[in-house]
Structure formats: structure tokens, C-alpha cells
């Protein structure tokens, strides 16, 4: 009940393609939904998060879509830019705590 | 603002020994969580501290431990080190405001290899 599952493993989109990674979760309880961006040699970095009493966020290009009934959420970058090529976690937290769960993580590459 | 630290950045270690690794919050920052990242494994939590007490664990060994100091800086240690050890381990802090799901801030990690 506390996994994270996270697809595809890997993803290679062309430059300007749209990228889009899938989560999916089983504890009710969680009710905040991060997506973590990781560069080779450095620690993750908070992309985009998003709270169940919305069925989808935007900042730039990237996007959040929520389903609360299915359990499911994903993250979707339009414009993919060769600067977007790292690894990228989903992550679920439940209330008053910073513990987070992470996904498997995703190796997106865009090429130019 | 000065981000996360932690120190070493690197370290190599034999089985049996034992290792206390290093983390300095962002100022101002409360809490502090550990995680383990392997390749099979990926980003497991190890503890989240908060005000000198450990507020939530991991599933890991009794031979992982951890503490918060007053200043919010943090330590962890491994006892009787395993070659499965072997991992980059990573720090962040939050404002931890009280209400949980505070952005977290990631250091750079500290790489461990045990031969």
C-alpha cells in the first residue's frame, strides 16, 4: 500500500515532442503528489506538485494531471528540450509529514 | 541562500566499519529527512527529523541511525557496514511549517562505497 508505481523506465523523445510519465498509487491517505527532476551528479529537485482537490496544474511547460478516482497521475512536458533529458521521479506524501515515497524514477532523453 | 550541504561528498569504507555522515539544512529550514538512493532500489526514506526529534522511520536496520541537533543540523550513522550499503545518501531539509508536504531541498548527497 505505500508503493509508488511509476512508467515508462525509460522514454526518449525527439526535441519539441511531448513527454508524458505515469504514477500510480494504492494508500488513500497520501494527498500530495511531487515530481522530482534528478541530473547526474546532483540530489533531486522539486519540477511541480499538486494536491488531490485538483484535477490538474501548470507551470510552463510543464503539467500535472490528476485522476483521484483511478489513483493515478502524471506528468506531462510539452516543447521537450534537450536540457530536459534527466531522470524524473513521482513521489506521494501523506499529512504532517515530510516522508516521501518515491516512484522507480524515469530516464527521459530528448534528442535534437 | 546557501543550499543544502553535505559532507563527505565521498566516502570509502570496508565491511564491519562504521560511518556518521553529515547534513547542514538550508537556514532557517526545520526539518530534515534522509533517504537512500541505489540503482535496484531507487530513493527509499530512511528518517525525517524535526526539532531534535525523529518524527517518522524507514524500514531499514537498527544499524542505520540518525539524529537532529539544535541548530536543525543533522547526522546519520550506519554501524557494521554491508557491502548493500552501498549508496548515494541523500539529505533535504523543509521549512516544516507544522503542517507536513513542505517543499523538500536536496543536497548533493554523500556517495558511499563499501568494499
Known amino acids: 500500500q505505500q508503493q509508488v508505481k511509476q512508467s515508462p523506465q525509460s522514454l526518449i523523445v525527439q526535441k519539441g515532442g511531448i513527454s508524458i510519465i505515469n504514477c500510480a498509487y494504492e494508500n488513500t491517505a497520501f494527498d500530495y503528489f511531487p515530481w522530482y527532476q534528478q541530473f547526474p551528479g546532483k540530489g533531486p529537485a522539486l519540477l511541480i506538485a499538486?494536491?488531490?482537490?485538483?484535477s490538474e496544474k501548470k507551470e510552463g511547460r510543464f503539467t500535472i494531471s490528476f485522476n483521484k478516482s483511478a489513483k493515478q497521475f502524471s506528468l506531462h512536458i510539452m516543447d521537450s528540450q534537450p536540457g530536459d533529458s534527466a531522470t524524473y521521479f513521482c513521489a506521494a506524501s501523506g499529512v504532517v509529514t515530510d516522508k516521501l515515497i518515491f516512484g522507480t524514477g524515469t530516464r527521459l532523453q530528448v534528442f535534437p | 541562500k546557501a543550499g543544502v550541504t553535505q559532507t563527505p561528498r565521498y566516502l570509502i569504507k570496508t565491511r564491519g566499519q562504521q560511518v556518521t555522515l553529515s547534513c547542514s539544512p538550508i537556514?532557517?529550514?526545520?526539518?530534515v529527512s534522509w533517504y537512500q538512493q541505489t540503482p535496484g532500489q531507487g530513493l527509499q526514506f530512511l528518517f525525517e527529523?524535526?526539532?531534535?526529534?525523529?518524527?517518522n522511520k524507514g524500514n531499514f536496520p537498527g544499524r542505520f541511525s540518525g539524529r537532529q541537533f539544535s541548530n536543525s543540523r543533522s547526522e546519520m550513522n550506519v554501524s557494521t557496514l554491508e557491502l548493500g550499503d552501498s549508496a548515494l545518501y541523500l539529505c533535504a531539509s523543509s521549512l516544516a511549517l507544522g503542517r507536513g508536504q513542505e517543499t523538500q531541498y536536496f543536497g548533493p548527497g554523500t556517495r558511499l562505497l563499501v568494499l
Open positions: 527529523y524535526f526539532s531534535e526529534t525523529q518524527r
Open positions: 499538486i494536491r488531490p482537490d485538483v
Open positions: 537556514s532557517g529550514h526545520r526539518s
